[in-house]
Nanobody, 113 residues
Framework: QVQLVESGGGLVQSGGSLRLSCAAS????????MGWYRQAPGKQREFVAS???????GYGDAVKGRFTISTDNAKNTVYLQMNNLKSEDTAVYYC???????WGQGTQVTVSS
Protein backbone atom coordinates (compact mmCIF):
# COMPACT_ATOMS: atom_id res chain seq x y z
CA GLN A 1 0.00 0.00 0.00
CA VAL A 2 1.54 3.28 -1.15
CA GLN A 3 1.13 6.27 1.14
CA LEU A 4 2.17 9.84 0.36
CA VAL A 5 2.32 12.32 3.24
CA GLU A 6 2.90 16.02 2.61
CA SER A 7 4.21 18.50 5.13
CA GLY A 8 5.68 21.98 5.25
CA GLY A 9 2.69 24.11 4.36
CA GLY A 10 1.74 27.19 6.31
CA LEU A 11 1.16 30.91 6.26
CA VAL A 12 3.82 33.12 4.69
CA GLN A 13 4.01 36.71 3.55
CA SER A 14 4.23 37.64 -0.10
CA GLY A 15 7.84 37.32 -1.28
CA GLY A 16 8.62 34.67 1.29
CA SER A 17 9.63 31.02 0.90
CA LEU A 18 8.41 27.61 1.97
CA ARG A 19 9.64 24.07 1.37
CA LEU A 20 7.12 21.30 1.04
CA SER A 21 8.02 17.66 1.61
CA CYS A 22 6.29 14.49 0.49
CA ALA A 23 7.35 11.26 2.15
CA ALA A 24 6.43 7.99 0.49
CA SER A 25 6.00 4.64 2.12
CA UNK A 26 5.26 1.32 0.53
CA UNK A 27 7.08 2.15 -2.68
CA UNK A 28 10.29 3.64 -3.98
CA UNK A 29 10.37 7.00 -5.70
CA UNK A 30 12.89 5.71 -8.18
CA UNK A 31 10.24 3.59 -9.91
CA UNK A 32 7.96 6.49 -10.90
CA UNK A 33 7.97 10.11 -11.81
CA MET A 34 6.63 12.31 -9.00
CA GLY A 35 4.69 15.52 -9.19
CA TRP A 36 3.23 18.39 -7.24
CA TYR A 37 -0.21 19.79 -8.01
CA ARG A 38 -2.29 22.48 -6.34
CA GLN A 39 -5.91 23.44 -6.04
CA ALA A 40 -7.17 26.85 -5.03
CA PRO A 41 -10.75 27.40 -3.80
CA GLY A 42 -13.19 27.34 -6.69
CA LYS A 43 -10.53 26.31 -9.21
CA GLN A 44 -9.47 23.08 -10.85
CA ARG A 45 -6.41 21.22 -9.69
CA GLU A 46 -3.39 22.37 -11.68
CA PHE A 47 0.06 21.02 -12.41
CA VAL A 48 2.93 22.64 -10.51
CA ALA A 49 6.05 20.55 -11.05
CA SER A 50 7.33 17.06 -11.84
CA UNK A 51 10.53 15.08 -11.72
CA UNK A 52 11.33 11.85 -13.56
CA UNK A 53 13.34 8.85 -12.47
CA UNK A 54 16.44 10.32 -14.08
CA UNK A 55 15.93 13.77 -12.61
CA UNK A 56 14.34 15.58 -15.53
CA UNK A 57 12.13 18.34 -14.19
CA GLY A 58 9.14 20.21 -15.54
CA TYR A 59 7.19 23.20 -14.23
CA GLY A 60 3.91 24.92 -14.76
CA ASP A 61 4.17 28.35 -16.35
CA ALA A 62 2.90 30.07 -13.21
CA VAL A 63 5.81 28.83 -11.09
CA LYS A 64 8.76 28.67 -13.50
CA GLY A 65 11.80 30.39 -12.09
CA ARG A 66 10.38 30.48 -8.56
CA PHE A 67 9.76 26.84 -7.58
CA THR A 68 12.22 23.93 -7.61
CA ILE A 69 11.36 20.24 -7.33
CA SER A 70 13.89 17.72 -6.08
CA THR A 71 14.08 14.25 -4.59
CA ASP A 72 16.06 12.36 -2.00
CA ASN A 73 15.68 8.76 -3.14
CA ALA A 74 17.41 7.44 -0.03
CA LYS A 75 14.66 9.04 2.06
CA ASN A 76 11.85 8.34 -0.44
CA THR A 77 11.01 12.03 -0.26
CA VAL A 78 10.22 14.65 -2.88
CA TYR A 79 10.53 18.35 -2.11
CA LEU A 80 9.12 21.54 -3.53
CA GLN A 81 11.12 24.65 -2.74
CA MET A 82 8.90 27.68 -3.27
CA ASN A 83 10.51 31.12 -3.43
CA ASN A 84 9.13 34.59 -4.08
CA LEU A 85 5.66 33.41 -3.15
CA LYS A 86 2.67 35.39 -4.37
CA SER A 87 -0.90 35.58 -3.13
CA GLU A 88 -2.01 33.60 -6.19
CA ASP A 89 0.09 30.67 -4.97
CA THR A 90 -2.39 30.17 -2.14
CA ALA A 91 -3.79 26.66 -2.52
CA VAL A 92 -3.76 23.15 -1.18
CA TYR A 93 -0.68 21.42 -2.55
CA TYR A 94 -0.78 17.71 -3.35
CA CYS A 95 1.93 15.18 -4.00
CA UNK A 96 1.24 12.61 -6.72
CA UNK A 97 2.92 9.47 -7.95
CA UNK A 98 2.52 10.05 -11.68
CA UNK A 99 0.89 7.23 -13.58
CA UNK A 100 -0.80 5.87 -10.47
CA UNK A 101 -3.88 6.60 -8.41
CA UNK A 102 -1.82 7.64 -5.42
CA TRP A 103 -2.17 11.16 -4.04
CA GLY A 104 -1.27 12.68 -0.73
CA GLN A 105 -3.81 14.30 1.55
CA GLY A 106 -2.61 17.81 0.72
CA THR A 107 -0.99 20.61 2.66
CA GLN A 108 -2.33 24.16 2.82
CA VAL A 109 -0.17 27.05 1.63
CA THR A 110 -1.46 30.53 2.32
CA VAL A 111 0.37 33.62 1.07
CA SER A 112 -0.68 36.92 2.57
CA SER A 113 -0.21 40.12 0.60
Amino acid sequence: QVQLVESGGGLVQSGGSLRLSCAASGSSFSSNAMGWYRQAPGKQREFVASITRVGTTGYGDAVKGRFTISTDNAKNTVYLQMNNLKSEDTAVYYCHRIGSVHWGQGTQVTVSS
